[in-house]
């Protein structure tokens, strides 16, 4: 089971900007799916963003598209999330999950947490209005 570290999460003020880092404990294959998730205070866990990155595929919650932004470093055995033009309803722990399955993935697939093998511990993103 791969280890998943994420950091990067703070205090923001409304507008501005975060980029969070999920580090992979060992080199993950291009076919590995990675997504990240966020769970405001007695909500559910929520789809924010995920990759593929062998075969393109990148997806992302209506509510995030066009201000935040998944990315990957395979050197490195990182996949970040940028995160821009922050609202208030953006505070939440945000986790990193991920995902080392053979079998073919419904785009469905991707944005459900109980699709993920492998949890980071989550990071606190706070923006205040």
């Known amino acids: 089971q791969v280890q998943l570290v994420e950091s990067g999460g703070g205090l923001v003020q409304a507008g501005g900007s975060l980029k969070l880092s999920c580090a992979a404990s060992?080199?993950?294959?291009?076919?590995?799916?990675m997504g990240w998730f966020r769970q405001a205070p007695g909500a559910e866990r929520e789809f924010v963003a995920a990759?593929?990155?062998?075969?393109?595929?990148?997806y992302y919650a209506d509510s995030v598209k066009g201000r935040f932004t998944i990315s990957g470093d395979n050197a490195k055995n990182t996949v970040y999330l940028q995160m821009n033009s922050l609202k208030p309803e953006d505070t939440a722990v945000y986790y990193c999950?991920?995902?080392?399955?053979?079998?073919?993935?419904?785009?469905?697939?991707?944005?459900?947490?109980?699709?993920?093998?492998?949890w980071g511990k989550g990071t606190q993103v706070t923006v205040s209005s």
């Open positions: 060992e080199r993950t294959f291009s076919s590995y799916r």
């Open positions: 990759a593929r990155w062998s075969g393109g595929i990148i």
């Open positions: 999950a991920g995902d080392s399955s053979s079998l073919l993935w419904r785009k469905s697939d991707y944005f459900s947490h109980r699709s993920y093998r492998d």
